[in-house]
């Protein structure tokens, strides 16, 4: 059965920018950006779902699946920004949350770049959480490929599940446990995989 691997080590070159891909410890290794309010409207090119791409600044940064975004932190700025050019002091989206490792575990206000006034606003409803699961957590997993995992399933059942990722507009889950442990997709010849680890 292949295993799919979180605990990858390879060095990635992004907007000039050397980092090394190993992913912190409990942090999402896909998150989406998510809102209903004016966030929408002003920067919705820059929602949806992030991939772990590696790690910047002492902290996780992520590439957007479906666009040319990067979420990442900026310690000498203080903030999460979410922009084209990972490391770069230029975006949409922000969070002046210094002190939070993972994005999906902030909870102070995000804030959208608004063009029309030329200032940053907050939007209450936006949201950054997991698309799936949080990455394993190094000091309890002895080997990083998930061990004994269980089917996924999708569709609607998975609605009312905590844990659970989705692809292409389709919700997966873990077929008997979907509120603890994690869950790992992806695509593969055009067809998603799918496996959850407890």
């Given at each position: 059965m292949f295993r799919k691997s979180l605990n990858?080590?390879?060095?990635?070159q992004v907007s000039g920018l050397l980092a090394l891909a190993s992913v912190i410890s409990g942090c999402c290794t896909e998150i989406k950006i998510d809102t209903t309010g004016f966030g929408e409207?002003?920067?919705?090119?820059?929602?949806g779902v992030y991939?772990?791409?590696?790690?910047?600044?002492?902290?996780?940064?992520?590439?957007?699946?479906?666009?040319?975004?990067y979420l990442f932190f900026l310690p000498d700025n203080g903030v999460w920004m979410v922009g084209p050019d990972a490391g770069v002091n230029y975006g949409g989206i922000?969070?002046?949350?210094?002190?939070?490792?993972?994005?999906?575990?902030?909870?102070?206000?995000?804030?959208?770049?608004?063009?029309t006034w030329g200032e940053w606003d907050e939007d209450w409803s936006m949201e950054v959480k997991c698309s799936g699961s949080p990455g394993p957590d190094n000091s309890s997993t002895k080997?990083?490929?998930?061990i004994d995992p269980e089917p996924c399933t999708f569709g609607n059942v998975c609605y009312s599940c905590n844990i659970w990722a989705e692809v292409d507009g389709v919700r997966y889950c873990c077929s008997n446990d979907c509120n603890s442990g994690g869950i790992e997709t992806w695509t593969e010849n055009g067809q998603v995989n799918c496996y959850c680890y407890h």
């Open positions: 990858m080590k390879l060095i990635l409207d002003k920067q919705g090119d820059r929602l991939d772990f791409t590696g790690t910047l600044n002492g902290r996780n940064f992520y590439k957007q699946v479906n666009g040319n975004n922000l969070n002046r949350d210094t002190q939070t490792e993972c994005p999906e575990n902030i909870s102070r206000d995000w804030e959208y770049w608004d063009d080997d990083p490929d998930p």
